[in-house]
């Protein structure tokens, strides 16, 4: 069975920034991709970062790219998602995804396990 556990959202303001954690356990990950997803009130999750656990390949949605950062920390089994000049329309509901297949996706549809979610707040 496949636990992921977010962590490190929180309340900010617009420009700051926050480090979001996703502890995956349960089985081997060397052969799978993460993604990060985002859900704001009332709109669809939608795909924000992933990225290859073996090869460290990543993918970005057009959204955060230049300003957020997907990383994973093999020892740790861990995958991070740096998030930098946060704007208000960044506020979401943050959810860590994992896929069994090592090829990064966007759609929602692609990812077999998902965290709980962590809110992301970003004043202006």
């Known amino acids: 069975q496949v636990q992921l556990v977010e962590s490190g959202g929180g309340l900010v303001q617009a420009g700051d920034s926050l480090r979001l954690s996703c502890a995956a356990s349960?089985?081997?990950?060397?052969?799978?991709?993460m993604g990060w997803f985002r859900q704001a009130p009332g709109k669809e999750r939608d795909f924000v970062a992933a990225?290859?656990?073996?090869?460290?390949?990543?993918d970005y949605a057009d959204s955060v790219k230049g300003r957020f950062s997907i990383s994973r920390d093999n020892a740790k089994n861990t995958v991070y998602l740096q998030m930098n000049s946060l704007k208000p329309e960044d506020t979401a509901v943050y959810y860590c995804?994992?896929?069994?297949?090592?090829?990064?996706?966007?759609?929602?549809?692609?990812?077999?396990?998902w965290g709980q979610g962590t809110q992301v707040t970003v004043s202006s």
């Open positions: 349960g089985r081997t990950f060397s052969n799978t991709a």
């Open positions: 990225i290859n656990w073996g090869f460290g390949s990543t």
């Open positions: 995804a994992a896929r069994t297949g090592p090829i990064v996706r966007r759609r929602v549809i692609d990812y077999d396990y």
